[in-house]
């Protein structure tokens, strides 16, 4: 965490700095308090006509004014087990609305997570629901009147309009609330094409459906390369592919850890809290490739960041079937790979 860029948005400095954030790091805090989040799935504003993709930017525009109002209803209607908690809540009303799905939609449009062209992407996204988001709490504000301790506030202090809530965006991780709503989790790139889940949601390995529906549309029909991806969870390494297929298609190892952080500080620019986003890198990743992206980060103004190095523990939450962490990372090929 940057604590010197944390301390620069505090929408209300007045009342301290900001001292903790929640597990994830995506909502700085000040003492006593909380944050209801709730997330927009992108892979459900994706519109498909003649074989492309768009996303429906009207539909997400109203679709987060919708979400913004339904969480500060969540503010109202939380129950809340300390008295300092509930009076400071009450008092900043903080929301934090953010997306997941991100990648998905990437994948729809076709387009390599990381290149310009997403980046693009991620900035437009992101700007429609912060702007969404502060028109509706400047609408609630109207209805209901602002948060209390909007006198105190930056915003009243440079002449905003009023608003109902001290922060209304942040982005994080969805890790649980992805795989209920069947999209990729908050602004990750695809962890692996095809991997299981250890914990409460264990289901069946089988490679991602965009990129079954591509390979079919591509004509490209080989039960061994299903079978390796099952087992290696990424195509990258198959110069027999399409380049364009798999480049769209990289996971989140492939990506160079200077991509990651340009997608999540494009993000950045238009989220109020912060944003949870988790830099992934192969086993055999350097201290001076951390260092590199721990600086890079701070340079392009993100808020924090966290790196995960492949294998670090034993027992990890997300992991690719034929990947043995036991093994430096190496990945167990099927036999059928060399008759292909």
């Known amino acids: 965490m940057f604590f010197d860029r944390i301390q620069r948005d505090n929408p209300l400095p007045a009342l301290g700095p900001l001292e903790a954030t929640n597990p994830c790091g995506e909502v700085p805090l000040l003492p006593w308090e909380a944050c209801v989040l709730g997330s927009l799935n992108l892979k459900a504003f994706v519109v498909e006509q003649n074989d492309r993709a768009y996303l429906d930017e009207e539909g997400l525009r109203k679709a987060a004014r919708l979400a913004l109002r339904f969480l500060d209803d969540m503010v109202e209607v939380s129950r809340y087990p300390k008295r300092e908690i509930e009076a400071i809540c009450r008092a900043n009303r903080k929301v934090g609305l953010g997306i997941m799905g991100f990648a998905d939609l990437l ?25 969404a988001a502060v028109e509706a709490s400047r609408e609630l504000a109207q209805e209901r009147g602002p948060f209390p301790n909007f006198p105190l506030s930056r915003y009243a202090a440079r002449g ?32 692996a094409l095809a991997y299981q889940h250890i914990g409460e949601f264990v289901g069946v390995v089988q490679p991602h459906p965009l990129l079954l529906r591509e390979l079919s549309r591509l004509g490209i029909h080989d039960p061994g390369l299903l079978r390796e991806i099952e087992l290696t969870g990424r195509i990258g390494h198959r110069t027999d592919l399409p380049e364009g297929l798999r480049r769209v298609f990289r996971v989140a190892t492939e990506i160079p850890p200077e991509e990651h952080v340009r997608v999540q500080a494009a993000i950045q620019r238009h989220v109020e809290n912060a944003v949870s986003k988790t830099i992934n890198l192969p086993y055999e990743a350097t201290r001076e490739e951390v260092r590199r992206a721990f600086l890079l980060a701070h340079e392009l103004q993100c808020k924090g960041v966290t790196v995960y190095r492949e294998g670090s523990p034993r027992g990890q939450v997300l992991q690719v079937l034929g990947h043995c962490l036991s093994c430096m990372g190496e990945d167990v090929v099927p036999e059928s790979r060399a008759t292909m």
């Open 107 to 131: 994948l729809f449009l076709r387009i390599p997570y990381g290149s310009d062209e997403s980046i693009a992407v991620a900035d437009r996204v992101m700007r429609i629901v912060q702007e």
């Open 160 to 191: 905003e309009p009023p608003r109902r809530n001290a922060t209304v965006t942040t982005v994080a991780p969805t890790g649980s609330i992805s795989i209920i709503a069947g999209c990729s989790s908050g602004i990750e790139p695809l962890y």
